[in-house]
């Protein structure tokens, strides 16, 4: 990952809201509790943070006003805000009342979604209650040995006679990786700071305002010669896509979301011109770059995230489809599937999609294409877009001939079909691009699109798939 981060402020040196300078402000300093709140500066940014210290006790009703009063000032302020988290949960002693405070919090925080960017850093125990917080915001970093979970190993035990220690059972590492809970994992408290300001660098202070120019000394009519071979002559030969990726963007400079979970889909931060864009990429090298349910759900969380803070999406697409299986459907392959489409559809964000070579069946419709009202849609001349290979096509049609005859039949439908010229010619791409001038169309409709506003239709909310 890379970050641009040289001046940070160190997590160490956040300060404590009773030390706080004339020019932060600290909020329900003298209330008695686990959790201290404040607004500070990190590089030049006004952002109000909460610290939930697990040193001291489980959370009390009143350490759930404070969290809740930092959420509402972050809202009506229109600030990004920083929770760091460590809590064994609601106070025992306390009661119910503890369990009020929580779910006072956990409103607090669910109202700033989509209104103010949320980060949540993990810096120890995450348990019970405020654990599920953690998939409310919108980027949760955990450090290496913090560990979260609902219920822990002893429940765990109780129920599945299985013995499981902490690391196992919620460990940084399985958010990484399983449960796609962690955006990223850090080393430690300040790195986990450095990280929540690399991700903020891209996201406006509120959905109201526009994101962060990033001025680049590159070129945005810079040609990317090199991704002329970059994608194998093989239909099925593999490659990295994050090198498309890094070529088309300012510097090279590539910030990616989730890189541990779902890996056949990246999504990621980057700059086209100084303009922050949200990149969603197939990837070959993983499962082929198929569509499972991790992959829809990682791709449709980003999107939205990008929706809601006015961040221009450009869609790389290489997939032969949905990865097939019965647990898979069993699972809600359909459901999860739709979550893809659907972020898709309600995104008012400049979107821009890029076949690069394969885009078949229902995987190219939810992928943004043109159908699911994407703004621009190129293709390579490698690309091949149609309801499936040739392999399947021919296997499906002409089950009688010969083995000799579906060799000659697959050609002729690669040559005729399985090409983007055809898709161009009804519309569904706006252009077929040689892939060393990607930089320089990218960033031509990036400038065409960036005033784009659509008016939505009243309603209260849409429902979306879950």
């Not at 891209?202 to 070129?219: E, M």
């Not at 005859?405 to 706006?430: F, H, K, V």
Request: charged share 20%; net charge negative; aromatic share 6%.
């Amino acid at each position: 990952m890379s970050s641009d981060t040289a001046n940070a402020l160190p997590a160490s040196s956040l300060p404590a809201p009773n030390d706080a300078p004339a020019s932060e402000v600290a909020l329900r300093a003298g209330v008695h509790g686990s959790v201290r709140s404040a607004t500070v500066t990190l590089n030049d940014r006004l952002v109000v943070t909460f610290t939930i210290d697990g040193d001291l006790r489980a959370l009390s009703q009143g350490d759930g006003f404070t969290i809740s009063a930092a959420c509402e000032l972050a809202r009506t302020k229109q600030l990004p805000i920083i929770g760091f988290v460590q809590s064994a949960g609601a106070d025992v002693i306390e009661g119910i009342t503890a369990a009020h405070g929580w779910g006072r919090a956990a409103r607090a925080l669910i109202r700033c979604s989509g209104v103010v960017p949320t980060v949540l850093i993990v810096t120890g125990p995450a348990v019970s209650g405020p654990a599920l917080m953690l998939g409310v915001a919108d980027l949760t970093i955990m450090v290496r040995d913090a560990y979260a979970f609902v219920s822990g190993p002893a429940m765990v035990e109780q129920f599945t006679g299985l013995p499981i220690s902490h690391a196992e059972l919620g460990g940084s590492s399985i958010h990484a990786t399983r449960s796609g809970v962690a955006t990223a994992v850090a080393e430690d408290r300040d790195h986990a700071v450095e990280l929540a300001i690399e991700f903020l660098s891209y996201l406006p202070d509120s959905n109201q305002a526009s994101p962060p120019f990033r001025p680049t000394a590159d070129p945005s009519d810079r040609r990317c010669d090199e991704l002329r071979d970059l994608v194998p002559a093989s239909p099925t030969g593999s490659y990295d896509v994050r090198a498309v990726i890094a070529s088309i963007v300012d510097d090279g400079v590539v910030t990616e979301l989730r890189s541990g979970w779902a890996a056949n889909l990246v999504t990621a931060f980057a700059n086209v011109d100084g303009h922050p864009i949200g990149i969603v990429a197939n990837q070959p090298q993983v499962l082929a770059g198929t569509l499972d349910i991790a992959a829809s759900q990682k791709g449709a969380r980003f999107v939205g995230l990008c929706d809601a803070f006015n961040i221009p999406l450009l869609t790389l697409v290489d997939t032969p489809g949905f990865q097939p299986g019965k647990d898979l459907e069993w699972r809600g392959m359909i459901r999860h599937g739709a979550q893809l489409a659907f972020a898709y559809a309600r995104a008012t964000v400049p979107r821009i999609s890029l076949v690069l070579r394969k885009s078949y069946g229902g995987a190219y419709i939810v992928m943004d294409s043109k159908p699911m009202g994407n703004d621009l849609a190129y293709a390579w001349p490698s690309a091949e877009i149609a309801v499936m290979g040739a392999k399947g096509a021919v296997e499906i049609l002409h089950r009688s001939a010969t083995a000799d005859e579906r060799i000659d039949l697959q050609t002729d439908y690669e040559e005729r079909l399985l090409n983007p010229y055809l898709a161009a010619e009804r519309g569904s791409i706006d252009g077929v691009i040689d892939p060393a001038t990607s930089r320089s169309q990218v960033a031509s409709a990036l400038h065409l699109l960036i005033s784009k506003r659509e008016h939505l239709p009243r309603r209260r909310h849409d429902n979306g798939p879950l």
